[in-house]
């Protein structure tokens, strides 16, 4: 790689991170202060080191800039713009990938920006929650944790009475609040899943197949908090209530990697 063209590369990243500055602030304070979120911290890190990992495979590919980058980048600034304008952060961090993938078929071309493809489509579980389906996901999730929860107290023997989103168990009223809905777990833990299957296996669909099976798993899992919780007051706050939210999660991780030692045995029984 030429002087110039390095130039060039550092040029754009650094003229990027400054029309869109005010948007990475808004998208790291969230990621910093909503627990939902939390995991934003670590996927630009990780989509980096990707890109990295794998740079023996696009550093060989011939440079190729395509026009079509810049009407991505000009795509990215309206969406910017309209963001500036009161669309919201949403709408800001979607503009920012876009012009990233803009910079990069401006720069490399369609072979690097298809090499780039998966680190890219990582990013897209950094994005901040989408306001209208945040909230429109929030009571079904509640309603779903609250009910599947309800059916684990009934099982393991215990009364309970649920009464939409408040479990009444053995006389104590327990309320399933908007900030047990699981959408935690279902962010984190699928984005687990996907990383799980770019480290541990190369087939492509695997990264599909770990997504759609990390969702009844979070939303399990936290059932059972939830039912763990209704059962014993002192796991509802706290440290208690952090520590068995952690466990829990390691054991997501855990029936993750069953799920896909399933998949394989499946696979290779077809295959066979």
């Known amino acids: 790689m030429t002087r110039t063209r390095q130039a060039v590369i550092v040029s754009t990243a650094a003229a990027l991170a ?3 500055a005010a948007t990475l602030r808004g998208m790291f304070q969230q990621w910093s ?3 939902d979120m939390s995991h934003g911290l670590v996927v630009p890190i990780l989509a980096l080191w990707i890109v990295w990992r794998e740079r023996e495979r696009w550093r060989g590919l011939p440079a190729e800039p395509n026009r079509w980058g810049f009407a991505v980048l000009a795509a990215g600034a309206g969406m910017q713009l309209a963001a500036a304008l009161g669309a919201g952060l ?4 979607v503009a920012f990938l876009v012009s990233v993938s803009g910079a990069v078929l401006c720069l490399g071309g369609v072979a690097l920006l298809r090499a780039w493809a998966f680190p890219l489509l990582l990013t897209l579980f950094m994005l901040p929650k989408l306001a209208i389906v945040y909230n429109q996901a929030t009571l079904p999730l509640q309603l779903l944790a609250s009910r599947i929860a309800a059916g684990i107290l009934t099982l393991a023997g215990i009364v309970v009475i ?5 479990l009444d168990v053995a006389g104590r009223r327990v309320s399933v609040l908007e900030a047990c809905n699981g959408m935690r777990y279902l962010l984190s833990l699928g984005f687990v899943a996907v990383v799980l299957a770019y480290l541990s296996d190369r087939k492509p669909w695997m990264r ?3 997504l759609a099976a990390a969702v009844p798993i979070a939303i399990l899992a936290n059932a059972v908090r939830v039912a763990a919780a209704g059962w014993l007051p002192w796991l509802a706050e706290g ?3 952090a520590i068995s939210g952690g466990f829990l999660f390691v054991l997501c991780l855990a029936t993750l990697m069953l799920v896909q030692r399933l998949f394989n045995k499946v696979y290779a029984h077809f295959q066979g």
């Open 208 to 210: 599909v197949a770990l």
């Open 90 to 93: 949403f709408a800001g961090s």
């Open 162 to 166: 649920r009464e939409g989103n408040i």
């Open 33 to 35: 202060s909503d627990e």
């Open 18 to 20: 400054v029309c869109y």
């Open 239 to 241: 440290a208690p209530h």
